[in-house]
């Protein structure tokens, strides 16, 4: 079955640690995002990447860093610079990078800080 | 600045009623509008779309309007199952970027 796997579903961060969310894709879809989701808010664009070794800053990318080493992974890691890293983060994946391409959406990774 | 504003973050309706979803929106830069809906713990999954070019488009039970002078678009569910209780977010694609509202929390009540 084709889809997106975020992993893992919840996790817990201690002040000043670095922690990795996973995001793998079996659809070849060439582009992936990263979205995080604040209560009574809705989606931000955190980083995304059109190809294999390229991506591109979203609108909150300060505080995380991505890596596509593989077409079908698309690690982000929340780095202690990020200050307010609470939140439910969410992995996603189109065909192409073109307006009607909808994005298909794994079921997301809560973060929490201890 | 809120590009993509849902005014109403909640919307209750009767089982067989219709439901009205509405987006206003600011930016007349855009290439194709998208409604997702949410369920608790779950990522999106997209619903329906709509051109820039287009009025109209229907799918099922689902039909979206867009009215560009006004700078509104709806998504209108008829008739509402309470299976379709959860969060709709409208989205639009401008370019490389998709930039959602905040969602609106329908209640579908048998």
């Known amino acids: 079955d084709g889809g997106i796997t975020q992993s893992p579903k919840y996790l817990f961060r201690k002040e000043g640690q670095n922690v990795t969310l996973s995001c793998e894709q079996n659809?070849?879809?060439?582009?992936m995002y990263w979205y995080r989701q604040d209560p009574g808010q809705g989606l931000r664009l955190i980083y995304y990447?059109?190809?294999?070794?390229?991506?591109q800053k979203g609108d909150i990318a300060e505080g995380y860093s991505v890596s596509r080493e593989k077409k079908e992974s698309f690690p982000l890691t929340v780095t202690s610079a990020q200050k307010n890293p609470t939140a439910f983060y969410l992995c996603?994946?189109?065909?192409?990078?073109?307006?009607?391409?909808?994005?298909?959406f794994g079921d997301g990774t809560r973060l929490s800080i201890l | 600045d809120q590009q993509v504003k849902q005014n109403s973050p909640s919307l209750s309706v009767q089982e067989g009623r219709i439901s009205i979803l509405n987006c206003d929106y600011t930016?007349?830069?855009?290439?194709?509008f998208l409604w997702y809906k949410k369920y608790p713990a779950e990522g999106p999954t997209f619903l329906i779309s709509?051109?820039?070019?287009?009025d109209k488009n229907e799918d099922g039970r689902f039909t979206v309007f867009l009215n560009k002078s006004a700078k509104h678009l709806s998504l209108h569910i008829v008739p509402s199952q309470p299976g379709d209780s959860a969060v709709y977010f409208c989205?639009?694609?401008?370019?490389?970027?998709?930039?959602f509202g905040e969602g609106t929390q329908l209640t579908v009540n048998p």
């Open positions: 990447s059109q190809i294999v070794n390229d991506f």
């Open positions: 996603a994946s189109s065909m192409g990078f073109v307006g009607n391409q909808p994005q298909h």
């Open positions: 989205a639009y694609t401008s370019g490389s970027r998709l930039t």
């Open positions: 709509i051109s820039s070019i287009k």
């Open positions: 659809l070849n879809h060439d582009a």
């Open positions: 930016n007349s830069m855009f290439d194709y």
